[in-house]
């Protein structure tokens, strides 16, 4: 069975950072994966904020530019998204999503394509 498993979540002020982590099980074994972190804030559209590819391509929403880092260990298994300097307006309930195909690496691919999803993790940030 897929399991993807979310950590990190949490509350911080504004200026602070978060790890998010994904640790996948259970998935098939293609020769590559397209792999995002999407956010959803209540009464908003879910967006994308991160994207990577098995070969370590990424792409980032403009807000995240500069401050999220996505990375991916296949060793592990886990897709990580490392935020820093946090504002307010990145609260949300984070996802973790991957595809079992290639990305389109100069954009995040839209969320209707993604098959597997995690729970979410809450992450709130104060002002």
């Known amino acids: 069975q897929v399991n993807l498993a979310e950590s990190g979540g949490g509350s911080v002020q504004t200026g602070g950072s978060l790890r998010l982590s994904c640790a996948a099980s259970?998935?098939?074994?293609?020769?590559?994966?397209?792999m995002a972190w999407f956010r959803q804030a209540p009464g908003k559209e879910r967006e994308g904020v991160a994207q990577?590819?098995?070969?370590?391509?990424?792409t980032y929403a403009g807000s995240a530019k500069g401050r999220f880092t996505i990375s991916y260990d296949s060793a592990r298994n886990t897709l990580d998204l490392q935020m820093t300097s946090l504002r307010p307006e990145d609260t949300a309930q984070y996802y973790c999503?991957?595809?079992?195909?290639?990305?389109?690496?100069?954009?995040?691919?839209?969320?209707?394509?993604?098959?597997?999803w995690g729970q979410g993790t809450q992450v709130t940030v104060s002002s």
């Open positions: 990577i590819t098995t070969g370590g391509t990424t």
């Open positions: 999503a991957i595809r079992t195909a290639s990305c389109i690496s100069s954009y995040i691919v839209r969320s209707s394509f993604f098959t597997y």
């Open positions: 259970g998935l098939p074994a293609p020769d590559y994966y397209c």
